[in-house]
C-alpha cells in the first residue's frame, strides 16, 4: 500500500518522505535562530523516600546533584538516543527539582537554550526523564515503587512555529507544574 497522504489530526509528519518511510527532516535552509524548550516531569514516591531524598541520607549520594548532571549530560545526547532528531549544541541546560511533600513527589523542570535551526523540544524532554530515571535509580534500593509520569513540554520559542505555551490548567490528573 502505497502512502501518499501524509494528512493527518496534527497537520503533516515532516519524518516521513513520500513513500512513508522515515526520514531526517532537512533544515539546511532554515535560518539559525535562538531557541529554547521547557519540559517537566514528576516522580512519585513512597513519603520516606521523600525524606531521605530531601535529607541527602541516600545511601547512594546526593540524588538532586547526580540527577542534575544526568539531565544534562541526557541533552547533550538526545540525538544519539532519538533517531531522527538532530544534533544541537545546547548553549544551557538547566535542572530544577522541587520536592512535594503533600504529593510525594518530586517536579522536575528542565530548559534547554540554544541558536540553531530546529528546536530543543527534545532535548529539554530529555533531560527531565533522564533526570527522573536517576532519582528511580538512587533510590530504588528503597523504594521500587516509584513511578516517573507527565514527562511534557510546558512551553517552546523560537524558530518558524513561533511560541508554543501549555495551557495552566493541565487536562491530565497530576496537572503540569
Request: hydrophobic share 40%.
Amino acid at each position: 500500500m502505497k502512502r501518499n497522504d501524509k494528512r493527518t489530526t496534527a497537520g503533516n509528519l515532516t519524518h516521513f518522505d513520500d513513500q512513508g518511510a522515515a526520514r531526517m527532516v532537512d533544515v539546511s535552509s532554515k535560518p539559525e535562530t535562538l531557541r529554547e524548550a521547557i519540559a517537566a516531569a514528576c516522580v512519585v514516591m513512597q513519603p520516606k523516600t521523600l525524606c531521605l531524598i530531601m535529607d541527602r541520607t541516600i545511601s547512594k549520594g546526593d540524588v538532586f546533584g547526580v540527577a542534575r548532571v544526568a539531565g544534562v549530560m541526557a541533552a547533550k545526547k538526545t540525538s544519539d538516543l532519538i533517531p531522527l532528531c538532530h544534533p544541537l549544541h545546547p548553549s544551557s541546560v538547566e535542572l530544577r527539582f522541587d520536592p512535594d511533600t503533600a504529593a510525594s513527589c518530586v517536579h522536575i523542570t528542565a530548559v534547554v537554550r540554544t541558536t540553531g535551526r530546529t528546536g530543543a523540544e527534545m532535548e529539554a524532554m530529555t533531560a527531565a526523564s533522564i533526570a527522573g530515571l536517576t532519582i528511580y535509580d538512587m533510590c530504588k534500593a528503597v523504594d521500587r515503587t516509584m513511578t516517573m509520569n507527565d514527562v511534557r513540554l510546558l512551553r517552546k520559542s523560537g524558530g518558524k512555529s513561533g511560541t508554543f505555551e501549555r495551557l495552566k490548567k493541565s487536562p491530565h490528573k497530576n496537572g503540569t507544574r
